[in-house]
């Protein structure tokens, strides 16, 4: 992770759940609306990877925003208030909407890994691990009982 630590909270949230899948996917599917990945100092967030077209757009126009790449944004002056030592690079848990109205679900919560674990994943399931678009997603869920039962 460079000068931060990293934290998945998303794989952490997922692993909590009775069912985890691993799910390969590709950048054309639909991004999960909110970050997946924020960089924090002293729980602010000073950078995050946006997915919104608008608010790219919007945040292209602001000064104080510095573009790492085509979706990450830094925010210069959060992170000139910031101390370098406190740093995290925070992996979110992330939503997955397609579950949420499936019957005898709840709780579903998704999570992309990092790289070493996405190659992980994609070598022990016999996919292509050589394709840099390609990754993967865990996604986890808790079985609710037709009797209501948990």
Not at 3 to 23: D, I, P, S, T, Y
Not at 54 to 73: Q, Y
Not at 123 to 145: E, V
Request: charged fraction near 25%; proline fraction near 6%; glycine fraction near 10%.
């Amino acid at each position: 992770m460079g000068m931060a630590k990293g934290f998945n909270e998303g794989l952490r949230e997922v692993l909590k759940r009775q069912v985890v899948l691993a799910v390969a996917f590709h950048p054309e599917l639909r991004r999960p609306s909110g970050p997946t990945v924020i960089l924090k100092s002293g729980g602010e967030v000073v950078g995050e990877d946006v997915s919104n077209s608008e608010r790219l757009k919007e945040l292209k126009e602001r000064s104080e925003v510095l573009f790492i790449s085509e979706n990450f944004v830094i925010y210069k002056d959060k992170l000139k208030r910031s101390t370098l030592k406190d740093m995290v690079v925070l992996f979110p848990p992330l939503s997955f909407p397609k579950l949420g109205g499936v019957n005898g679900v709840k709780d579903v919560v998704s999570a992309w890994p990092t790289v070493p674990v996405d190659l992980y994943i994609k070598g022990r399931a016999g996919w292509n691990t050589s394709d840099p678009k390609s990754g993967t997603m865990l996604i986890g869920f808790n079985l609710r009982m037709k009797n209501g039962c948990e």
